[in-house]
């Protein structure tokens, strides 16, 4: 039976998330196939043909998907999954897939399996739980599995390689349920904070928001990171929430992740403990950021940061 990934991607290319999460159906079967909902969609159609892995690209292009609203496309979901006898149905579990697959699992009747960092069988997974403390070993007798990826637990696709066709499916209806108002979207010259390689993250520690852009933003410039922050230092206005690290927040993974003036609160813990090598500098030497790190740094972070700057 076949295997279905709904790609996230922005009308023009996909996101690296959906490439994860190939990678995850890929341990499932060899039969896969991924659904690309939007309006102008072809280019990011194109690409997804590319992944290697991926046997058939099925492409809604309307104009009810061009906000990729969650109503429309889990409706169109529940169409495709019921006509196409797919066993399982895979989205990564970014916000997009959070709010996307809790419908369809719900149109389909049978349990999402949420948040999976590896797979044991067709019918057994497993999954963090107590703020990623525990790992539960879930087995589900559903006829359709609805599962959403955690991204940093499985490498991903490679981009080309790939030659599958591409089929267009009949749009649905414009439901009407939602309506987007407007975005408000951060950008930057750095890189996207779910996929790069190497980050700078900030806590509670740097004590404002000009301090945090004063003695990280140098660092991140040097190494060409992206910049993160605790929920501690978002709810205390330093940065905006998308700059979040942790359980509610984006779940990374990077090849070098510096932890500057964090504790290490489960919460964020939770969000990034699996980076390859962690840094920590903090000058309280109980913090429990350093039972994570690699490295640790006891010593007055508006000290040590700008002597890192300065070495580099």
Same mark, same amino acid.
């Given at each position: 039976m076949p295997i279905l990934v709904i790609a996230e991607h922005d009308n023009l290319s996909l996101k690296a998330a959906t490439l994860?999460?190939?990678?995850? %159906?890929?341990?499932? #079967?060899?039969?896969?196939?991924?659904?690309?909902? #939007?309006?102008g969609c072809s280019a990011a159609a194109e690409a997804a043909a590319q992944v290697a892995g991926v046997t058939k690209v099925k492409v809604a292009d309307a104009a009810a998907y061009a906000e990729q609203s969650a109503e429309n496309v889990a409706a169109l979901l529940v169409e495709?999954? /019921?006509?196409?006898g797919y066993s399982h149905v895979l989205a990564p579990a970014t916000s997009h897939g959070k709010n996307?697959?809790? @419908?369809?699992?719900?149109?389909?009747?049978? &349990?999402?399996? =949420?948040?999976?960092?590896?797979i044991e069988s067709a019918d057994t997974f497993v999954r963090p739980i107590y703020a990623g403390n525990a790992l539960a070993t879930v087995k589900s007798s559903d006829p359709i599995r609805v599962i959403t990826v955690r991204t940093t637990a499985f490498d991903a696709a490679a981009v080309t390689g790939g030659s599958a066709s591409i089929e267009p499916l009949a749009a649905g209806a414009e439901l009407g349920l939602s309506k987007l108002? #407007?975005?408000?979207?951060?950008?930057?010259?750095? !890189? +996207?904070?779910?996929?790069? /390689?190497?980050? *700078? =993250?900030?806590? @509670?520690?740097?004590?404002?928001?000009?301090? $945090?852009? &004063? *003695?990280?933003? !140098?660092?991140?410039?040097?190494?060409?990171?992206?910049?993160? %922050?605790?929920? %501690? %230092?978002?709810?205390? #206005? $330093?940065? !905006?929430n998308d700059y979040q690290v942790g359980q509610t927040g984006k779940i990374v993974a990077p090849q070098l992740y510096l932890a500057i003036g964090i504790s290490g609160a489960i919460q964020h813990l939770a969000g990034m403990?699996? =980076?390859?090598?962690?840094?920590?500098?903090?000058?309280? !030497? +109980?913090a429990p950021i350093f039972q994570v790190a690699d490295y640790g740094l006891v010593a007055d972070l508006f000290e040590a940061v700008p002597q890192l700057v300065s070495a580099l």
């Amino acid at each position: 039976m076949p295997i279905l990934v709904i790609a996230e991607h922005d009308n023009l290319s996909l996101k690296a998330a959906t490439l994860n999460a190939v990678t995850a %159906a890929a341990r499932l #079967g060899t039969d896969i196939e991924v659904l690309v909902a #939007g309006a102008g969609c072809s280019a990011a159609a194109e690409a997804a043909a590319q992944v290697a892995g991926v046997t058939k690209v099925k492409v809604a292009d309307a104009a009810a998907y061009a906000e990729q609203s969650a109503e429309n496309v889990a409706a169109l979901l529940v169409e495709v999954v /019921k006509a196409g006898g797919y066993s399982h149905v895979l989205a990564p579990a970014t916000s997009h897939g959070k709010n996307v697959l809790p @419908r369809v699992a719900a149109l389909l009747d049978v &349990a999402q399996i =949420s948040d999976i960092v590896a797979i044991e069988s067709a019918d057994t997974f497993v999954r963090p739980i107590y703020a990623g403390n525990a790992l539960a070993t879930v087995k589900s007798s559903d006829p359709i599995r609805v599962i959403t990826v955690r991204t940093t637990a499985f490498d991903a696709a490679a981009v080309t390689g790939g030659s599958a066709s591409i089929e267009p499916l009949a749009a649905g209806a414009e439901l009407g349920l939602s309506k987007l108002v #407007g975005r408000e979207l951060t950008k930057s010259a750095r !890189p +996207e904070l779910g996929a790069a /390689k190497i980050i *700078v =993250s900030g806590g @509670r520690g740097l004590g404002s928001g000009d301090s $945090y852009k &004063a *003695v990280l933003e !140098p660092l991140a410039d040097k190494l060409g990171a992206a910049m993160g %922050a605790s929920r %501690a %230092a978002v709810d205390a #206005g $330093y940065v !905006p929430n998308d700059y979040q690290v942790g359980q509610t927040g984006k779940i990374v993974a990077p090849q070098l992740y510096l932890a500057i003036g964090i504790s290490g609160a489960i919460q964020h813990l939770a969000g990034m403990k699996d =980076s390859k090598v962690i840094v920590a500098i903090n000058k309280d !030497p +109980e913090a429990p950021i350093f039972q994570v790190a690699d490295y640790g740094l006891v010593a007055d972070l508006f000290e040590a940061v700008p002597q890192l700057v300065s070495a580099l």
